[in-house]
């Protein structure tokens, strides 16, 4: 263009022209835009026997700054006469591209009760005001074949089958009982002991019984070791000494020595006892009623020679135990206190117990329920 004479005309063409280039700038910044939606919708299967059930998707993908709206469908309606939605998932919105795109998909599940080949139109979506469309789509659906020449004959629904028996079933139940078998006596157990006063168990030991010649010989030897007596107090020295062969006679020959006087104890020895030694244990008698009885002062050799006798008498009348013999177990019982804890103890036992029970029978009849209903 020539404008050397004309200048003013050529500065205004000269703006328009720059005009014009940042509107064509601006159209090309906003047209990507509409281009960055998609829409697309696809069949599981295009083709299918009546009856059958087929998967619808459409996919959109999208600005994540747009606003959707999906068709309008919901279940039972029909897509067109003869394609029936019979379920639908919630849309399913993934994100792509740092958070820029969206990309939301939502699934349909079809059906078609008459063979045909169904023209399924493109399906409409709307980002922000604009409209977008999917492709069309095309189902065949094919009938079953029928016996045409045996029409009329119709064939009843059969019974109801019995499953086979399987132990993989039932085993869970049958262990569950004989878990529940112990649980019971169990409680059944403790519920006795509690109404019977019963302690849960009973501390017993086994506890070696000193034979009576024994303890009657170191019963004596500690008398000897402590001379003092025979020298100052008689009477407590023979007191002393008659005990101690009292209680050897009640061991030895099983009769009540130390409640009877020393006469009838000579008396009840002359039956199966040895006379010699008879005469020793009745001087020593003797002795001991003069000293507690009639204050008689006795003499420090006197003295030991009683109580050499003594001790004669128990050697020469003692019996040897077989040291094979087991000992006898001794009971010891229980306090009002441990019998209070045991019996507490006895309680929780039974709570825990019961629980147990209620939640093993619970987990059985959830079973049941699960293979019968």
Same mark, same amino acid.
């Given at each position: 263009?020539?404008?050397?004479?004309?200048?003013?005309?050529?500065?205004?063409?000269?703006?328009?022209?720059?005009?014009?280039?940042?509107?064509?700038?601006?159209?090309?910044?906003?047209?990507?835009?509409?281009?960055?939606?998609?829409?697309?919708?696809?069949?599981?299967?295009?083709?299918?026997?009546?009856?059958?059930?087929?998967?619808?998707?459409?996919?959109?993908?999208?600005?994540?700054?747009?606003?959707?709206?999906?068709?309008?469908?919901?279940?039972?309606?029909?897509?067109?006469?003869?394609?029936?939605?019979?379920?639908?998932?919630?849309?399913?919105?993934?994100?792509?591209?740092?958070?820029?795109?969206?990309?939301?998909?939502?699934?349909?599940?079809?059906?078609?009760?008459?063979?045909?080949?169904?023209?399924?139109?493109?399906?409409?979506?709307?980002?922000?005001?604009?409209?977008?469309?999917?492709?069309?789509? +095309?189902?065949?659906?094919?009938?079953?074949?029928?016996?045409?020449?045996?029409?009329?004959?119709?064939?009843?629904?059969?019974?109801?089958?019995?499953?086979?028996?399987?132990?993989?079933?039932?085993?869970?139940?049958?262990?569950?009982?004989?878990?529940?078998?112990?649980?019971?006596?169990?409680?059944?157990?403790?519920?006795?002991?509690?109404?019977?006063?019963?302690?849960?168990?009973?501390?017993?030991?086994?506890?070696?019984?000193?034979?009576?010649?024994?303890?009657?010989?170191?019963?004596?030897?500690?008398?000897?070791?402590?001379?003092?007596?025979?020298?100052?107090?008689?009477?407590?020295?023979?007191?002393?000494?008659?005990?101690?062969?009292?209680?050897?006679?009640?061991?030895?020959?099983?009769?009540?020595?130390?409640?009877?006087?020393?006469?009838?104890?000579?008396?009840?020895?002359?039956?199966?006892?040895?006379?010699?030694?008879?005469?020793?244990?009745?001087?020593?008698?003797?002795? +001991?009623?003069?000293?507690?009885?009639?204050?008689?002062?006795?003499?420090?050799?006197?003295?030991?020679?009683?109580?050499?006798?003594?001790?004669?008498?128990?050697?020469?009348?003692?019996?040897?135990?077989?040291?094979?013999?087991?000992?006898?177990?001794?009971?010891?019982?229980?306090?009002?206190?441990?019998?209070?804890?045991?019996?507490?103890?006895?309680?929780?036992?039974?709570?825990?117990?019961?629980?147990?029970?209620?939640?093993?029978?619970?987990?059985?009849?959830?079973?049941?329920?699960?293979?019968?209903?």
């Amino acid at each position: 263009m020539h404008c050397y004479k004309h200048t003013n005309t050529c500065k205004g063409m000269d703006i328009i022209s720059r005009v014009a280039a940042v509107l064509a700038v601006a159209l090309l910044l906003v047209l990507p835009v509409d281009a960055q939606v998609t829409v697309t919708a696809r069949l599981d299967s295009m083709q299918m026997f009546v009856g059958q059930q087929d998967g619808l998707e459409l996919e959109v993908s999208m600005p994540a700054s747009g606003k959707l709206q999906l068709p309008a469908l919901k279940k039972g309606m029909e897509i067109i006469p003869g394609v029936e939605i019979v379920d639908m998932d919630a849309p399913d919105t993934v994100s792509m591209n740092e958070g820029k795109q969206l990309q939301v998909t939502q699934r349909y599940v079809i059906t078609a009760w008459d063979s045909s080949f169904y023209y399924l139109p493109p399906m409409q979506v709307m980002v922000d005001s604009s409209v977008y469309e999917s492709k069309a789509l +095309a189902l065949r659906v094919y009938t079953l074949d029928v016996d045409t020449l045996n029409a009329e004959v119709f064939f009843p629904p059969r019974d109801i089958q019995d499953l086979p028996f399987s132990w993989e079933d039932w085993k869970q139940i049958a262990y569950s009982l004989l878990a529940i078998l112990p649980l019971v006596a169990l409680i059944v157990a403790m519920a006795v002991l509690i109404k019977k006063g019963k302690p849960i168990f009973r501390i017993i030991r086994r506890k070696k019984k000193i034979p009576a010649h024994q303890v009657a010989i170191s019963e004596i030897e500690r008398i000897k070791a402590q001379r003092t007596w025979a020298k100052e107090d008689s009477k407590e020295y023979y007191t002393l000494l008659t005990d101690a062969l009292r209680t050897y006679i009640q061991e030895r020959y099983a009769f009540s020595a130390m409640e009877m006087t020393s006469s009838e104890i000579i008396e009840r020895l002359t039956q199966d006892g040895d006379q010699k030694s008879l005469d020793e244990l009745r001087e020593i008698f003797r002795t +001991a009623d003069l000293v507690k009885f009639a204050k008689w002062s006795t003499q420090i050799n006197e003295n030991d020679a009683n109580l050499v006798a003594a001790l004669q008498y128990v050697n020469e009348t003692k019996i040897e135990e077989d040291p094979n013999v087991q000992p006898e177990p001794e009971v010891i019982k229980e306090t009002d206190k441990q019998r209070q804890l045991q019996v507490v103890a006895m309680r929780v036992i039974i709570l825990i117990a019961v629980i147990v029970i209620a939640f093993i029978l619970g987990s059985m009849a959830w079973r049941l329920y699960d293979m019968f209903v």
